[in-house]
């Protein structure tokens, strides 16, 4: 189930940069007035608008996650400092503190990855050593059976080989009890009204 949030947090934080920048790159005279505006030199609109897009179809579609939040963690940060800082205009101070929930994600994003992969590496080992451990137990097993055999080989060798009949019921005691010539058949036991 974490891996479905996962999935489904990590698609609507792309969300956000795709339709940003497809967004610029439709409207590539504005983006680059306000690129100008903040300081930063002409000419950047495309390349954004295209570092936008393609990160954030790599990140919904889950291609090299780790490298991909990082660096939209540095542009994330990047945006802050140039385009959101000044921090007593209302508007500016909630555009940042978007930003930093965004950056919030992408961590998050950063480091269920590399969980996920821990998590499949830890896997990989246990079932190794699951298959070990059967192996040794099939081994065993089998040197058990072979031990067993052996040992009846040798006994069927020696002419020692278990009796096969087994006595079930108590072995009876033939006496005449009553002194009439006629021999009594009694079981070895005694029962209280033999006494």
């Avoid at 940069?17 to 504005?30: E, N, P, Q, R």
């Avoid at 040794?136 to 089998?142: F, L, V």
Wanted: glycine content about 6%; overall charge positive; proline content about 3%.
């Amino acid at each position: 189930m974490s891996k479905i949030a996962a999935i489904v947090g990590r698609f609507l934080i792309a969300l956000i940069f795709v339709i940003s920048g497809a967004s610029k790159l439709m409207d590539v005279a504005s983006t680059e007035t306000l690129i100008v505006s903040s300081g930063l030199p002409g000419g950047l609109a495309i390349p954004v608008g295209l570092f936008e897009l393609i990160a954030g179809l790599c990140l919904a579609a889950g291609f090299m996650v780790r490298l991909v939040s990082a660096l939209l963690i540095l542009f994330v940060a990047a945006t802050i400092l140039f385009f959101h800082n000044k921090f007593t205009d209302p508007a500016q101070q909630i555009a940042a503190l978007k930003n930093l929930a965004m950056i919030g994600g992408l961590c998050l994003a950063f480091a269920h990855s590399q969980m996920w992969s821990h998590y499949y590496a830890i896997t990989r080992e246990r079932r190794g050593e699951l298959e070990a451990r059967n192996a040794d137990e099939r081994i065993r097993d089998a040197e058990l059976r072979a031990a067993r055999a052996e040992a009846r080989a040798d006994a069927i060798a020696e002419n020692q080989t278990a009796p096969t009949y087994v006595e079930t019921r108590p072995r009876a005691v033939v006496t005449d009890y009553n002194h009439d010539g006629v021999p009594d058949v009694r079981s070895r036991h005694r029962r209280w009204f033999d006494w």
